[in-house]
């Protein structure tokens, strides 16, 4: 999980950065923004500065000699300061926050729209729920540093410049005071942030594991309550919460001891500076009122290092989670359509497999020297017993994943050359297990052909038997299904599946067990659908009920990977090989 440790300190500073930077080029999109608040930061801090500043004159000039006129209106002046101050602080936040919000909207899409690229194998090797962490928990972590850290990082950094400049010209042997404490708070800083870091990482890889597995216990739970396994879980989940729990308790106490051994650094500085100004007041003569605006100072530098230490904790925190969203961002997409690929143009759906070899590991091959001619409009059907590889070929059409060796054709054009879209187009697919999303029934069907009209789905629907459960639900085509279906019944989950393939209209029909879980009697029913659907279409159909398949114009039998057997219903008995001892067991169970 912790994919950074492959990385060398070094390297993992240089990547820190870069990551930085990335995160960074997702703001500068908003240059003239960035420039207002810019301009608005320099300011508050003038308007700050000069507020400190202005307590010299008050008390030298006004208070020691008794000009009270004159002090009422420059401390109306004083007011005036800050007040500008204030009010451009106050459009500061509202910008950076709209400008923050915007980029964070931005990595979203940029995730959201790199999900829709990456391949099947992906989802295959990655947790759900670890994936949705990184939407949720990793973007927020970089939206509250983006909205908030990085105006009070420049503001605190310009400050500290500004403070540091005005100190040495009221005094420049004070400010020389002042900087023995200072490298001691850098020195602190560096140390508690490096720790910081360090379970920061930890922390948002962590949540990652246990949001994952939270997610997988939540699609699981039938399963655990039937097995009885909720001890388990539980413990397992303790272990998770616990590790959980550690990290972001180190991350975060490391990042809260910063202000109190700044503040008390600070402290110390403010009282080497009061006996060190007090000592020179008397035996130099420095003036009081420098004295008090000098400490005004010393008191705010302190603050924009705290500031910019506890910053930098959180900027941390941000490139951790940022770290776990370009990850996916940077994942390898889908292959790219080459310049060569061309758009097929009314499929006939001649079909072609030859000497396909094909693994999911390069080192275990699941496919080995598949061959198979589906002439424009036949029906072949693939049987098999489990773990064949029956699924795995009709994986191959789609390019789900890209065969190893050997050539697929559709109207004589290997499937590497035809665009992925219009590949997937000229086919429709009704997969071993269902899904549907949330919605009606009627936007369900309507998903494989949006621009379907309500007729075309109920000719689909009835066509495939789906439209006499359909009427009976309480609203008909219009009633909600949630959550993949739950309410539906998994035959009436497939029905609903396969009505989609067939308004899909496609040349080309894969069916991998659409009729599993449907009792015989209205399987008939559907198969006389499903006849009818698959008239002038080519169709590639699993079934282990062998019966469903008696009708195919070829059957094609398949052993770990290879073609052993094929030909019609009747030819395969007659052979009395692999198909008959399989229909043979099938019909014994009658
Ligand atoms: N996504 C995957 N990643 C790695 N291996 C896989 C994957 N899917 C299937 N396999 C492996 O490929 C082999 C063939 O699986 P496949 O799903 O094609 O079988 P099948 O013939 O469709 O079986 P069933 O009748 O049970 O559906 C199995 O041994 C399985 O372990
Ligand atoms: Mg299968």
């Known amino acids: 999980m912790a994919h950074g440790d492959q990385y060398k300190h070094s390297g993992k500073a240089v990547e820190g950065k870069k990551t930085f930077m990335r995160l960074m080029s997702y703001l500068s999109k908003d240059k003239k923004l960035l420039l207002i608040i810019g301009f608005l930061i320099i300011i508050s801090i003038v ?25 009422v209106n420059i401390l109306l002046v004083l007011a005036g300061i800050y007040l500008i101050g204030v009010a451009a602080v106050y459009i500061q936040y509202r910008l950076l926050n709209k400008i923050g919000q915007r980029a964070v909207t931005r990595m979203r899409t940029d995730l959201f729209r790199k999900m829709e690229k990456l391949p099947i194998k992906y989802f295959d090797t990655h947790q759900h729920g670890d994936l949705m962490s990184r939407y949720t928990n990793d973007i927020d972590q970089v939206s509250n540093t983006l909205t908030d850290s ?22 420049p042997i004070l400010t020389l005071v002042t900087l023995i404490t200072i490298p001691l708070m850098f020195l602190s800083a560096k140390t508690i942030v490096k720790r910081s870091k360090k379970y920061f990482k930890e922390q948002q890889n962590t949540l990652g594991e246990t949001n994952g597995y939270i997610e997988e216990m939540i699609s699981g739970q039938k399963v655990i309550k039937v ?14 919460n616990q590790s959980l729990k550690d990290k972001s308790e180190k ?37 009081v009122g420098g004295l008090a605006a000098f400490l005004q100072y010393s008191q705010q530098f302190g603050r924009p290092i705290n500031e910019l230490a506890s910053l930098y904790n959180s900027i941390q925190a941000a490139i951790a989670g940022a770290e776990r969203i370009f990850q996916v961002i940077d994942e390898a997409p ?12 009314d499929v006939k759906g001649d079909l072609e497999m030859k000497d396909v070899y094909f693994g ?12 198979l001619h589906a002439t424009p409009g036949t029906k072949i059907a693939l049987v098999g017993e489990t773990g064949a590889g029956k699924t795995t ?22 499937i590497q050359n035809i665009k992925r879209d219009n590949l997937r187009q000229s086919m429709a697919i009704v997969l071993q297990d269902t899904h549907l999303f949330t919605g009606t029934v009627c936007e369900n069907i309507r998903f494989g052909r949006l621009d379907a009209t309500d007729e075309e789905v109920i000719e689909a629907a009835k066509l495939t038997a789906a439209h006499s459960f359909i009427k009976r639900l309480p609203k008909g085509y219009h009633t909600q299904l949630e959550n993949d279906g739950a309410n539906l019944s998994q035959g009436q989950r497939q029905l609903l599946n396969i009505a989609r393939a067939a308004v899909a209209d496609p040349s080309i029909l894969l069916l991998d067990e659409a009729t599993s879980n449907i009792d015989t009697r209205s399987e008939l029913l559907i198969q006389r659908g499903l006849d009818k659907l698959m008239e002038g279409r080519t169709s590639l159909i699993i079934a282990h009920r062998l019966s469903t398949v008696r009708n195919a114009d070829r ?3 398949l052993d770990h990977g290879q073609i052993i057997e094929q030909g019609t219903h009747k030819e395969l008995l007659a052979l009395k090989g692999k198909y008959y001892s399989l229909y043979e067991e099938q019909f014994e169970e009658f």
């Open 227 to 240: 097995f009885g396994h909720e001890k388990k879980v539980e413990s397992d989940f303790d272990i998770l």
């Open 334 to 345: 889908e292959q790219e359509d080459g310049p060569e690929a061309i758009a097929v143009k």
């Open 360 to 371: 999911y590991k390069p080192e275990k091959l699941i496919l080995k020297g598949v061959s």
């Open 251 to 287: 991350a975060q106490f490391y990042s809260g001891m910063m202000m109190p051994v700044m503040q008390n650094l600070n402290t110390l500085n403010y009282v080497i500076i009061t006996i060190v100004g007090g000592l020179l007041a008397i035996f130099r003569g420095f003036d």
């Open 393 to 414: 070929i009709l994986n191959m059409l789609p390019r789900f994943f890209d065969i190893k060796s050997g050539e697929i054709n559709i109207d004589g054009v290997s």
């Open 47 to 71: 308007a700050n500065l000069l507020g400190s500043y202005m307590i010299r004159p008050i008390i030298n000039d006004y208070i020691i000699p008794g000009n009270f006129n004159g002090l």
């Open 555 to 557: 059957i094609l039998v």
């Open 150 to 171: 990085l105006s009070d990082m420049l503001s605190s950094a310009l400050m500290l410049i500004g403070i540091f400049v005005l100190m040495i010209y009221i005094s």
